[in-house]
């Protein structure tokens, strides 16, 4: 983890103490490839030992904000999550990490279309995998980013 990953994670810990309770770890934010992860412990698993449902959709979801957050630092920005649809492969009985590819062509489509229009919707495709590099889990994301109304 870069120093720009350990930035972020600390934004998004204190942002959402949801966060640091599970014990999220911003792995990459660059060069396309955003990537996180959640250890398997009391705080993360389910009745069956294994990585919550919840837990794993919260670790994907997260990227579409990873994205933002990474690329857009010095903007003022709303971005939220409209939906996200998981896919549960099969259970998730280590650490789990997502990881999304959104490359640098994807982010400079964004910046062009926030620059002219002021909002814009984006998708990322994210998988989650075990320590063992099984897919555990898919998910969709919808994503809505606009500008603060001071900034449009």
């Given at each position: 983890?870069?120093?720009?990953?350990?930035?972020?994670?600390?934004?998004?810990?204190?942002?959402?103490?949801?966060?640091?309770?599970?014990?999220?770890?911003?792995?990459?934010?660059?060069?396309?490839?955003?990537?996180?992860?959640?250890?398997?412990?009391?705080?993360?698993?389910?009745?069956?030992?294994?990585?919550?449902?919840?837990?794993?959709?919260?670790?994907?979801?997260?990227?579409?904000?990873?994205?933002?957050?990474?690329?857009?630092?010095?903007?003022?920005?709303?971005?939220?999550?409209?939906?996200?649809?998981?896919?549960?492969l099969r259970p998730a009985r280590?650490?789990?990490?997502?990881?999304?590819?959104?490359?640098?062509?994807?982010?400079?489509?964004?910046?062009?279309?926030?620059?002219?229009?002021?909002?814009?919707?984006?998708?990322?495709?994210?998988?989650?995998?075990?320590?063992?590099?099984?897919?555990?889990?898919?998910?969709?994301?919808?994503?809505?980013?606009?500008?603060?109304?001071?900034?449009?």
């Open positions: 983890m870069g120093e720009a990953e350990d930035e972020i994670q600390s934004f998004l810990r204190r942002l959402i103490p949801f966060y640091e309770y599970v014990d999220l770890s911003i792995e990459s934010a660059k060069d396309g490839v955003y990537r996180c992860s959640l250890p398997l412990n009391d705080q993360t698993k389910n009745h069956l030992d294994t990585v919550h449902a919840a837990i794993q959709w919260a670790c994907a979801e997260v990227l579409g904000g990873l994205v933002i957050a990474f690329n857009f630092r010095d903007s003022k920005l709303f971005v939220a999550v409209r939906s996200v649809t998981i896919e549960f280590s650490e789990i990490v997502a990881e999304v590819l959104f490359p640098d062509e994807r982010v400079a489509g964004l910046r062009r279309q926030l620059e002219s229009k002021g909002e814009v919707e984006f998708e990322v495709r994210a998988i989650v995998r075990d320590a063992s590099q099984q897919e555990v889990a898919s998910t969709v994301g919808q994503y809505v980013v606009r500008k603060h109304r001071e900034s449009a």
